[in-house]
């Protein structure tokens, strides 16, 4: 594997970090404050919803502590779960993370740790970063490192007992810079450059790819998926929030993404922010698009073509759009005893996949006699839609 | 290696920016010049708890990953 960061690397970042305290003057945290949303994905077969809450509190001014808990209750009868014959299963995913921020001059320094569990995956990562104000505070500059080891375990589809003999590791390593600029009195802007490795047991367990059925070229049989163990992704995003003299925002941004498996792909993103009195309404679109994985095919022409296979629709050629609308309610706006403001907020976002070369393999599990049937290869391709809904209070206090 | 030269210039420039810019450039919107971009309907991340939330709805569906400002953790979304 490539090695990420050389020597050279190192003794600039920690040049870097050496220099920034110079620059020092004074910098603020952020307010403290209490989330507690529920959220509820529903689409393609799959709803997951549950709780998220988020406490955020500053001590002296100069530290701050933060504690986030999100759990998802998974129910699904997915496409894959249908195609790969299992029947609809139901999982739980707990997540704990914690923050730490310190506040010396204008620098700020970071650190967190999170931690996923579910019966079949356990995800654990640090991560450390520092942020910076310059020029009259007109530019903050951001750096991060994070390192996650995550263990994948798999589940009899059957008995639902986890398999004892599997049990495989992944290593990750992410590297974040950033910039945010203030343009003018009404514009600013942030450029952000992130770079992933992964290493280790990257595919979906108990996920398949397909291939002609060597003894009837209408059906396809399905053998577990093969994927490479080493993964390196480079992400560029570019985002800008414009104030409209009227009072109100408009906003917009463009991610650029390439990777080691031959996936590139473009996320646009434009939003309209606008305030009347207590309440506060916004609506976006997002569109993103991404070509398909070196080692993806829809069908293969047979069995162990080629050393790495897949047949994931997250790797597949698609375009996903994304209309949202959301509104803000601001219950307290002269506070209530040790509050200082209380936010209720809803937020509706219908989102709409259409893939361009994963096919939808039930139609080719239809009896050959029943007039829907059609050959494998020849389905029509997958499509669906999403609808996901966020209710939320936050009061800052 | 085209990646690394890349990522090393980029660190270059922001060190001879921290190290040398410091204090000489004039801020062109002065402090008092800022009630706009002040106001709450301009922060980046307003929602932080709502942001991570669809970051992950969307990283566990689509191939492209980061660069999305928020700190990252363990996605568990295999």
């Not at chain 1, 970063?129 to 996650?148: N, V």
């Not at chain 1, 291939?211 to 080493?230: C, G, H, K, M, Q």
């Not at chain 1, 994985?293 to 790495?308: G, K, P, V």
């Amino acid at each position: 594997m490539k090695k990420a960061w050389g020597a050279g690397q190192w003794v600039t970042l920690a040049l870097l970090v050496l220099a920034w305290p110079l620059a020092s003057v004074a910098g603020v945290l952020g307010e403290d404050r209490a989330d507690v949303l529920y959220h509820r994905y529903d689409g393609g077969g799959v709803t997951i919803h549950g709780p998220s809450v988020l406490v955020r509190k500053k001590l002296a001014e100069k530290y701050a502590i933060s504690a986030n808990y999100y759990m998802d209750m998974v129910t699904s009868a997915s496409i894959d779960v249908e195609v790969s014959g299992a029947s609809e299963y139901k999982e739980e995913r707990d997540q704990y993370s914690f923050g730490f921020e310190y506040l010396r001059g204008k620098t700020t320094y970071n650190l967190g740790y999170t931690n996923s569990k579910e019966n079949d995956y356990q995800a654990e990562t640090t991560s450390f970063g520092i942020s910076q104000d310059l020029f009259g505070d007109l530019t903050t500059i951001t750096m991060g490192f994070s390192r996650g080891k995550d263990v994948v375990r798999r589940r009899d589809t059957v008995t639902d007992e986890i398999d004892p003999s599997f049990r495989e590791p992944i290593d990750r390593w992410s590297y974040r810079v950033g910039v945010s600029q203030i343009l003018t009195k009404s514009l600013i802007a942030t450029m952000q450059l992130e770079v992933i490795t992964d290493e280790g047991f990257l595919n979906n367990p108990y996920r398949s790819y397909r291939f002609v059925n060597p003894s009837d070229d209408r059906l396809f049989a399905l053998d577990p998926e093969i994927y490479p163990r080493t993964r390196t992704s480079n992400a560029v995003a570019f985002n800008a929030r414009y104030y409209l003299p009227y009072r109100a925002a408009l906003h917009g941004g463009y991610r650029f993404f390439t990777d080691t498996w031959g996936i590139d792909a473009s996320t646009f993103r434009l939003g309209y922010t606008h305030p009347m009195g207590p309440w506060t309404f916004e609506v976006g679109y997002r569109y993103y698009t991404q070509g398909n994985a070196d080692f993806y095919s829809d069908l293969f022409e047979r069995a162990n073509q080629q050393n790495f296979m897949a047949r994931d629709k997250e790797l597949s050629t698609f375009v996903s759009q994304t209309l949202s609308v959301g509104a803000t309610y601001d219950f307290l706006p002269n506070g209530w005893r040790f509050v200082k403001k209380g936010t209720l907020n809803l937020r509706y976002d219908r989102i709409e996949f259409e893939y361009e070369d994963f096919r939808d393999a039930r139609f080719s599990l239809l009896p050959a006699d029943d007039p829907s049937f059609r050959a494998a290869g020849a389905e029509p391709f997958y499509t669906f839609g999403a609808n996901v809904i966020q209710a939320f209070v936050s009061v800052w206090f | 290696m085209k990646a690394v030269n890349g990522w090393r210039l980029a660190m270059g420039g922001v060190l001879v920016l921290a190290l040398t810019g410091c204090g000489n450039i004039e801020p062109w919107v002065k402090p008092y010049e800022r009630q706009a971009l002040a106001d709450p309907i301009m922060a980046f991340d307003p929602n932080p708890v709502s942001a991570s939330y669809l970051d992950h709805v969307y990283e566990a569906r689509e191939g492209a990953r980061g660069a999305l400002g928020s700190a990252g953790g363990g996605c568990g979304c295999n």
